[in-house]
């Protein structure tokens, strides 16, 4: 059998971690499950083993820090249980000897070990590769280094550790350190010779080393999950803060709007006041249109206000909450709801400013021949997965080319949002007809719904902006606004009659174009 224990790479993993190697780079090429390798009860092919241990003195600084490595790693949380089954011991002599077995059940069906008390308080360690198996000179290294730091199981000092390299073979010569203990053995510990409780002890050993290494992946698994959740918290934290900024820069940019059309406002008031008197007529009283604008505008600012103060403050909250909780025992779950919070915030946040952007921009977009007709058929392709949800029925009447001189674009924007609130009106079942026709030179666009209507009181304020009488929870009030800005844009009409149980039908206009 060429396989040995997944136990042995216990050596490799924590030489790469210690010195900061990324574990790819070791295993590039080889094809292997790393996380699945760091199971002790998994086994792994001799050549496979041998491979990776030579990548692992490679990229340590070459073979020679083999031993260190082998060294340092039995004083790492993989050697655990054998140190304290060992402290238990008497003899220096019993440490290597219980080793030596220990590493058997790891390599037994590969290496060849022989152990051998030689007089004087030295022992003989030999340990053989054969043919055919690989050979792995970084393995021989490991061992000396190991051997050398094992009585510091009993609190003695290192031994000295002679290797010779006869082929495939390493031989070791260990000068075991003095020790008091020994002539104490009946009082203070216990001494393994052949068969003495041995299977029992080392069945245990395995046991505790198993538990000890899974619960050590864990804690190393849940470090990271943390190390990830801190890092989106900060993002998130971030990305409120930048929102915030944006907040303070549009509610700035709606200011100067008002005041701007303010201006504007009083400048064309003059101005008109100044043709009455040189025409002899009485100036005319500031017409209720344009302080609505003005009116409309304030809102519109406030509005933003409201629509974005509210989820960043939420975020803020949700973040500084994440953080409080940290050294909560149920911190990780506390950490995944702030962010599942937050970034639905963001989302609502970043569409409120798309509304708005959509609204607010005066520049002028060009305006080309386009078949009303077809860009009817495009907005109702977008819409496919809402009326397939509300199972709505689609009456359509497009049977004639419509030619109007439009922005497609904002056009198809606008028949999506008259569409998308007739079918949402109509509910589940419901029938949602379209019809289009050239009036002489108007193009005139109907939509019908069978929902429950609107009130006169409503039917006032419908256009405003963040209005809404939608009882869905992310309805904003901005979809009629960005349609009435579209259609005025156009030089066109739009028109809304409806009354409480009677469905409601809008009636949009546009300049058309003849044909030649």
Same mark, same amino acid.
């Given at each position: 059998?060429?396989?040995?224990?997944?136990?042995?790479?216990?050596?490799?993993?924590?030489?790469?971690?210690?010195?900061?190697?990324?574990?790819?780079?070791?295993?590039?090429?080889?094809?292997?499950?790393?996380?699945?390798?760091?199971?002790?009860?998994?086994?792994?092919?001799?050549?496979?083993?041998?491979?990776?241990?030579?990548?692992?003195?490679?990229?340590?600084?070459?073979?020679?820090?083999?031993?260190?490595?082998?060294?340092?790693?039995?004083?790492?949380?993989?050697?655990?249980?054998?140190?304290?089954?060992? /402290?238990?011991?008497? =003899?220096?002599?019993?440490?290597?000897?219980?080793?030596?077995?220990?590493?058997?059940?790891?390599?037994?069906?590969?290496?060849?070990?022989?152990?051998?008390?030689?007089?004087?308080? =030295?022992?003989?360690?030999?340990?053989?590769?054969?043919?055919?198996?690989?050979?792995?000179?970084?393995?021989?290294?490991?061992?000396?280094?190991?051997?050398?730091?094992?009585?510091?199981?009993?609190?003695?000092?290192?031994?000295?550790?002679?290797?010779?390299?006869?082929?495939?073979?390493?031989?070791?010569?260990?000068?075991?350190?003095?020790?008091?203990?020994?002539?104490?053995?009946?009082?203070?510990?216990?001494?393994?010779?052949?068969?003495?409780?041995?299977?029992?002890?080392?069945?245990?050993?395995?046991?505790?080393?198993?538990?000890?290494?899974?619960?050590?992946?864990?804690?190393?698994?849940?470090?990271?999950?943390?190390?990830?959740?801190?890092?989106?918290?900060?993002?998130?934290?971030?990305?409120?803060?930048?929102?915030?900024?944006?907040?303070?820069?549009?509610?700035?940019?709606?200011?100067?709007?008002?005041?701007?059309?303010?201006?504007?406002?009083?400048?064309?008031?003059?101005?008109?006041?100044?043709?009455?008197?040189?025409?002899?007529?009485?100036?005319?009283?500031?017409?209720?249109?344009?302080?609505?604008?003005?009116?409309?505008?304030?809102?519109?600012?406030?509005?933003?206000?409201?629509?974005?103060?509210?989820?960043?403050?939420?975020?803020?909250?949700?973040?500084?909450?994440?953080?409080?909780?940290?050294?909560?025992?149920?911190?990780?779950?506390?950490?995944?709801?702030?962010?599942?919070?937050?970034?639905?915030?963001?989302?609502? /946040?970043?569409?409120?400013?798309?509304?708005?952007? =959509?609204?607010?921009?005066?520049?002028?977009?060009?305006?080309?021949?386009?078949?009303?007709?077809?860009?009817?058929?495009?907005?109702?392709?977008?819409?496919?997965?809402?009326?397939?949800?509300?199972?709505?029925?689609?009456?359509?009447?497009?049977?004639?080319?419509?030619?109007?001189?439009?922005?497609?674009?904002?056009?198809?924007?606008?028949?999506?949002?008259?569409?998308?609130?007739?079918?949402?009106?109509?509910?589940?079942?419901?029938?949602?007809?379209?019809?289009?026709?050239?009036?002489?030179?108007?193009?005139?666009?109907?939509?019908?719904?069978?929902?429950?209507?609107?009130?006169?009181?409503?039917?006032?304020?419908?256009?405003?902006?963040?209005?809404?009488?939608?009882?869905?929870?992310?309805?904003?009030?901005?979809?009629?606004?960005?349609?009435?800005?579209?259609?005025?844009?156009?030089?066109?009409?739009?028109?809304?009659?409806?009354?409480?149980?009677?469905?409601?039908?809008?009636?949009?206009?546009?300049?058309?174009?003849?044909?030649?």
């Amino acid at each position: 059998m060429d396989e040995v224990s997944c136990h042995t790479l216990g050596v490799v993993f924590d030489a790469l971690e210690e010195r900061g190697i990324c574990t790819d780079r070791v295993f590039e090429g080889l094809s292997l499950d790393i996380e699945a390798l760091r199971d002790s009860r998994r086994r792994i092919d001799w050549a496979l083993f041998a491979e990776i241990a030579e990548r692992t003195c490679e990229a340590c600084g070459g073979v020679l820090v083999a031993e260190e490595i082998g060294a340092a790693h039995f004083a790492t949380p993989s050697f655990a249980s054998f140190r304290r089954i060992a /402290s238990g011991l008497v =003899r220096p002599r019993d440490v290597y000897w219980l080793a030596a077995k220990w590493f058997g059940r790891s390599l037994l069906s590969v290496v060849e070990i022989d152990f051998h008390e030689l007089a004087g308080g =030295r022992l003989r360690i030999s340990l053989e590769i054969p043919e055919p198996y690989r050979f792995c000179l970084p393995l021989l290294h490991a061992i000396r280094g190991a051997l050398r730091v094992m009585p510091r199981a009993l609190g003695l000092a290192d031994a000295e550790v002679g290797m010779l390299l006869e082929g495939r073979r390493a031989r070791y010569d260990v000068d075991l350190p003095p020790s008091d203990a020994e002539r104490r053995a009946p009082e203070n510990g216990a001494s393994f010779s052949e068969g003495e409780g041995l299977e029992s002890a080392l069945a245990e050993l395995d046991r505790q080393q198993t538990r000890i290494e899974e619960q050590y992946r864990r804690l190393c698994d849940a470090n990271r999950r943390i190390e990830q959740q801190a890092a989106e918290l900060e993002r998130a934290v971030g990305i409120g803060r930048d929102l915030a900024r944006d907040l303070r820069q549009l509610e700035y940019r709606s200011e100067e709007r008002v005041r701007s059309l303010t201006a504007a406002n009083k400048e064309l008031l003059g101005e008109v006041a100044s043709r009455a008197r040189y025409r002899k007529e009485p100036a005319p009283s500031p017409p209720s249109t344009a302080e609505e604008r003005l009116a409309t505008a304030a809102t519109l600012a406030r509005g933003i206000a409201h629509e974005l103060n509210n989820p960043i403050g939420s975020i803020l909250v949700a973040a500084e909450f994440a953080q409080a909780s940290r050294n909560q025992d149920d911190w990780e779950s506390i950490a995944w709801r702030s962010l599942d919070e937050i970034r639905a915030l963001a989302q609502r /946040s970043g569409a409120v400013v798309d509304d708005v952007l =959509r609204f607010a921009t005066d520049v002028s977009r060009p305006k080309v021949r386009v078949d009303v007709s077809i860009t009817i058929d495009r907005a109702i392709n977008r819409l496919r997965a809402e009326v397939r949800s509300y199972g709505t029925r689609i009456q359509l009447d497009t049977s004639r080319s419509c030619f109007a001189l439009v922005n497609e674009p904002q056009i198809e924007e606008v028949l999506v949002n008259l569409l998308r609130n007739a079918i949402e009106a109509g509910g589940p079942g419901s029938s949602v007809s379209i019809r289009a026709e050239t009036l002489g030179d108007t193009v005139r666009v109907r939509v019908a719904d069978e929902g429950e209507g609107i009130s006169s009181s409503e039917r006032a304020r419908i256009f405003d902006p963040f209005y809404t009488t939608k009882k869905l929870k992310n309805a904003r009030g901005l979809g009629l606004t960005v349609v009435l800005a579209h259609v005025l844009e156009h030089e066109g009409s739009i028109d809304l009659q409806s009354d409480p149980g009677r469905g409601t039908v809008v009636t949009l206009e546009l300049p058309a174009v003849r044909l030649r």
